[in-house]
């Protein structure tokens, strides 16, 4: 008589009886199975046989705990971001869009959010990763923090220092010239005196440049969807 396998329901059920689990989000049956399969590198649907063949009520069980197993190993995962190459919501996930929920549709996810995210005792808030990127939190950036933009306006006092040349030019001015003035047999008398003058001071206005734009400063990136799992 052929023995059945290590992996099989029943074998399963064997090792996980007397088993209080190891694992803080395990029971005893979830690793068993996950030690079992990971130890024979099999695939769960070799319980499903033609030569240790599951009645009807082994089937329904099996796939209970099945559902029940994949429950325990999502639930450590609860509140872990990540982005998905699709448009599709993966089961389970909310889309990180800013929005606000119930506790009790994802109390999982409501009993490991952040403080930040928490509005009151009913709702809660995921976050808005839209248009943004992530920044790993710091005393200067607690989780939750948003900011940034994704073009700024340089003002005058963040130009780099530097100087403008102005091209050479000059002024023209008409000077006094004496005159002499001879009235009969006398000395000639001068009708007027030469003095220095100086020309009009004025302001030199540096033609401007420049138009003010903004200045994008996103750098190259690929757009995701977002999702944090909720459960």
């Not at 996930?93 to 929005?99: A, F, K, Q, R």
Request: charge should be negative; aromatic fraction near 8%; include cysteine.
């Amino acid at each position: 008589m052929v023995s059945e396998p290590r992996y099989s329901y029943s074998a399963i059920n064997d090792l996980a009886s007397g088993d209080t689990g190891h694992f803080l989000f395990l029971d005893a049956w979830s690793v068993s199975l996950l030690a079992s399969m990971l130890s024979q590198e099999r695939m769960p649907w070799f319980w499903y046989n033609n030569q240790f063949p599951l009645t009807d009520a082994e089937i329904d069980d099996l796939d209970n705990k099945l559902s029940t197993a994949q429950d325990q190993l999502m639930h450590a995962l609860v509140g872990m971001i990540m982005p998905v190459a699709n448009g599709t919501i993966p089961q389970g996930t909310l889309v990180c869009d800013g929005s606000t929920h119930l506790r009790t549709d994802y109390p999982d996810l409501y009993d490991v959010l952040d403080s930040a995210f928490i509005l009151d005792d009913d709702h809660f808030t995921v976050p808005d990763l839209r248009n943004a990127f992530v920044m790993g939190a710091s005393a200067a950036h607690v989780v939750g923090d948003a900011g940034g933009s994704d073009q700024v306006t340089i003002t005058e006092a963040q130009m780099p220092s530097h100087t403008h040349t102005n091209s050479p030019h000059v002024h023209s001015e008409i000077g006094a010239i004496d005159t002499l003035v001879n009235g009969g047999l006398e000395a000639p008398a001068a009708s007027a005196s030469a003095f220095p003058t100086t020309t009009g001071a004025a302001a030199i206005v540096i033609d401007p440049t420049g138009g003010g734009e903004p200045v994008t400063i996103t750098p190259p990136f690929v757009a995701l969807l977002y999702v944090v799992v909720a459960l």
